[in-house]
């Protein structure tokens, strides 16, 4: 006579500790980078409370025996009259017209300059990158190019193209170009050249293995360039507009420095700050959105 036994549920108590293990790490690592998360933002915060508080001090105490303060707002400005002279350049406008207006300007000359230079230094690092022959031909006069300084291209667009947008454009272009172009070079060198042998084994054409295989080994070190290229953008931009311009906020700068105004200077350097964070948070979405298929580990250090 055939006996049988009752199943046990050992498997099944097994499966469940194991699940409420799991879920038990996971809402500790959740908390862990809420806490982290904090404590960065409460640091980062102290640290911009020392230094506005120290400036702020350090231009309204006036030393014993002296008549100035211990450091002169005239030339350093003040926090309190920055915050001051922002509000009334957003209320008021400037002698030229909406502040809104000058603001739109810098940003479409840096956005059209960061997406040229930007896909022109993608796309030759790449060429350049795969083609030996090429580079050795071309590498010399990019260097050449790059050792010019900055404000003599400016100054050479501007006789050339007078003072609208384009000369801005365009040496906003050539800063961000520079900047892509070596990282996409570098990170088509680095490529695994073992992956590329065994995609051209496997019958890929030349087309798809750079599709395939190239961009994506180098995207890490594309997308690392953009963060400092937006940055080179808006530098590229204020620069053509302080050398000349017609609008923008180089020309506000320009005017607030010829008046003696650090206060408006340090204003539309602190509009610049507030749209350069907002558009590396933006760079940041875009980065994770390329780079989803990375370990997480390797993104850990993201406020750099």
């Excluded at 400037?94 to 000058?102: A, I, K």
């Excluded at 810098?106 to 230094?121: L, N």
Aim: proline share 4%; aromatic share 12%.
């Amino acid at each position: 006579m055939r006996t049988t036994t009752a199943p046990t549920r050992t498997d099944e108590t097994g499966d469940t500790r194991f699940a409420a293990a799991d879920k038990a790490a996971s809402t500790a690592a959740r908390r862990l980078r809420w806490r982290r998360r904090g404590l960065v933002w409460l640091a980062r915060l102290a640290f911009v409370g020392f230094i506005v508080g120290g400036w702020q001090f350090c231009t309204g105490w006036t030393p014993n025996g002296s008549s100035t303060p211990l450091v002169d707002p005239f030339f350093f400005g003040r926090p309190s009259l920055v915050w001051q002279r922002t509000i009334e350049l957003f209320r008021d406008g400037t002698s030229y017209g909406s502040f809104w207006f000058d603001i739109f300007t810098t940003m479409h000359e840096a956005v059209y300059g960061f997406f040229c230079g930007a896909v022109a230094g993608i796309v030759l690092g790449v060429v350049l990158g795969q083609s030996a022959f090429l580079a050795d031909v071309i590498g010399p006069f990019i260097k050449m190019v790059n050792a010019i300084p900055r404000i003599v291209l400016g100054s050479i667009f501007i006789v050339a193209f007078g003072v609208g947008s384009t000369p801005k454009i365009l040496l906003a272009a050539v800063l961000v170009f520079f900047v892509v172009f070596f990282n996409a070079f570098q990170g088509v060198r680095e490529v695994d050249r073992n992956i590329v042998a065994n995609a051209r084994v496997l019958g890929g054409s030349s087309l798809q293995i750079v599709r395939h295989v190239t961009v994506p080994s180098a995207l890490t070190w594309i997308t690392a360039s953009l963060h400092t290229a937006f940055g080179f953008a808006i530098v590229g931009a204020l620069v053509g507009e302080v050398l000349g311009a017609q609008r923008g906020l180089g020309l506000i700068i320009r005017t607030s420095q010829n008046r003696f105004d650090p206060n408006g200077v340090f204003a539309c350097m602190l509009v610049i700050a507030v749209i350069t964070l907002g558009a590396e948070f933006l760079i940041g979405l875009v980065e994770k959105r390329l780079l989803s298929w990375r370990p997480v580990d390797q993104s850990t250090w993201s406020g750099v």
